[in-house]
């Protein structure tokens, strides 16, 4: 079985400050002022505050877990642009958290994600290919994006390219390889 990268987790920590995590912002807030601070920037359309404040909500971190938000705020992020509200949107998708699951706008996330060089969307998206889930199935897809997520250092991707291995031809890893070295060269 495939490993995805950090599924029901947020991506990254939090970084504006929250007390007993992160880097702590020009003063230290307690609680209440950080996710409201947070909630005032978001409400500005700042994405990384959005990211952020989302990430509180999908956690319940410093506020009552509340998929409902977090689907709201990342929505609005990866809208924007935000790489990793696009990551943990498409998870969202794919586990059904808040939402009923859905395969293909899982996909489309995690393509956007990936298409800006997130190496954990890349094996996710990777893990969506080998398993047709929102895509046709194409183990040669899957095996480009494992080896574009390992070349980050995403370590479920490793794993990943060696079971897909066991399954491709050695045309079909030739094929995967001169994939990987093109969207590299071309992006």
Do not use: C
């Amino acid at each position: 079985m495939m490993a995805m990268a950090e599924s029901t987790k947020t991506q990254s920590n939090l970084v504006h400050g929250i007390p007993g995590g992160g880097t702590p912002g020009f003063h230290e807030l307690d609680q209440a002022d950080y996710a409201a601070t947070l909630a005032t920037f978001a409400g500005w359309g700042d994405s990384k505050a959005q990211h952020d404040l989302a990430a509180l909500y999908l956690e319940g971190r410093e506020v009552p877990q509340d998929f409902g938000e977090a689907l709201k705020w990342h929505t609005l992020a990866a809208e924007q642009g935000n790489t990793l509200s696009q990551h943990d949107l498409a998870t969202m998708y794919l586990e059904g958290l808040g939402v009923a699951e859905d395969h293909e706008r899982a996909f489309h996330w995690f393509l956007k994600a990936a298409m800006q060089g997130d190496g954990k969307a890349q094996n996710n998206l990777g893990i969506l290919y080998a398993t047709g889930q929102g895509v046709a199935m194409d183990i040669v897809e899957a095996a480009k994006w494992f080896m574009l997520a390992e070349s980050q250092g995403t370590l479920d991707a490793a794993e990943n390219m060696e079971i897909a291995r066991e399954d491709m031809t050695p045309e079909q890893l030739r094929e995967a390889v001169g994939r990987a070295q093109a969207w590299r060269g071309g992006s």
